[in-house]
């Protein structure tokens, strides 16, 4: 398990999150509440967040910091092959996961172009939500692996499960919900997490 200092962690998932309330935030961490409002209430008086409304943003400054102490922190996973290897096979997955949301948000257009799903073809849905298991079914050998590597992300693991179980009930605003913890935004704040850990950056959209 990587060695990391609760002012740094806690900035972190705060970066990871963009913005968000502590309980947000330790939700990404899977740390108590208190510990992450105290850390955050530190970040602010550094400089390095920002709070208004019990709501904080990382602040330029904070960036920077972070992007200092990332090269050390995380060095001995960025250098293990084991954790390379997980990446990639991450990234297949979601070059996956990204068409299908976009599929699940958009619709064929008669005449062609795409037009926003109304979700009133049950039928299409399902296709959709059946390819979300398939990749599902994919991603949690791949997060079990990440798991064994670092321990704190198998709150994502967790996180991902409870989406997936909303969307079989039939909550569908689950597979993509942008003001909850649906699929997508798990699964984009997963993907958050690990280019910062690893140092690298997001794959440009074909």
Same mark, same amino acid.
């Given at each position: +398990?990587?060695?990391?200092?609760?002012?740094?962690?806690?900035?972190?998932?705060?970066?990871?999150?963009?913005?968000? &309330?502590?309980?947000?935030?330790?939700? /990404? @961490?899977?740390?108590?509440?208190?510990? /992450?409002?105290?850390?955050?209430? *530190?970040?602010?008086?550094?400089?390095?967040?920002i709070g208004?409304?019990?709501?904080? +943003?990382?602040?330029?400054?904070?960036?920077?910091?972070? *992007?200092?102490?990332?090269?050390?922190?995380?060095?001995?996973? !960025?250098?293990?092959?084991?954790?390379?290897?997980?990446?990639?096979?991450?990234?297949?997955?979601? !070059?996956?996961? #990204?068409?299908?949301?976009?599929?699940?948000?958009?619709?064929?257009?008669?005449?062609?172009?795409?037009?926003?799903?109304?979700h009133t *073809?049950?039928?299409?849905?399902?296709?959709?939500?059946?390819?979300?298991? /398939?990749?599902?079914?994919?991603?949690?050998?791949? #997060?079990?692996?990440?798991?064994?590597?670092?321990?704190?992300?198998?709150?994502?693991?967790?996180? @991902?499960?409870?989406?997936? *179980?909303?969307?079989?009930?039939?909550? =569908?605003?689950?597979?993509?919900?942008?003001?909850?913890?649906?699929? =997508?935004? /798990?699964?984009?704040?997963?993907?958050?997490? #690990?280019? &910062? +850990?690893?140092? &690298?950056?997001?794959?440009?959209?074909?």
């Amino acid at each position: +398990m990587i060695d990391t200092r609760i002012d740094l962690l806690v900035l972190h998932g705060l970066a990871v999150k963009k913005a968000g &309330r502590p309980a947000d935030v330790a939700g /990404v @961490l899977g740390r108590a509440e208190d510990e /992450v409002s105290s850390a955050l209430a *530190d970040a602010v008086a550094a400089g390095r967040a920002i709070g208004a409304n019990d709501t904080y +943003m990382v602040t330029p400054a904070g960036r920077a910091w972070l *992007d200092e102490q990332y090269p050390s922190v995380f060095a001995s996973f !960025r250098q293990d092959p084991a954790a390379t290897e997980t990446y990639e096979r991450f990234e297949r997955i979601n !070059r996956k996961l #990204l068409a299908l949301f976009t599929d699940w948000q958009m619709v064929p257009a008669p005449g062609g172009g795409r037009t926003p799903n109304d979700h009133t *073809d049950p039928d299409y849905d399902r296709g959709i939500i059946d390819r979300l298991g /398939v990749q599902h079914e994919r991603a949690e050998k791949v #997060l079990e692996r990440f798991a064994e590597l670092e321990a704190r992300l198998g709150v994502y693991r967790d996180r @991902l499960e409870s989406a997936y *179980d909303r969307v079989l009930a039939g909550d =569908h605003d689950w597979v993509s919900g942008a003001r909850i913890d649906s699929y =997508h935004t /798990v699964w984009f704040e997963l993907h958050e997490d #690990l280019l &910062r +850990m690893l140092g &690298r950056e997001r794959e440009e959209a074909p």
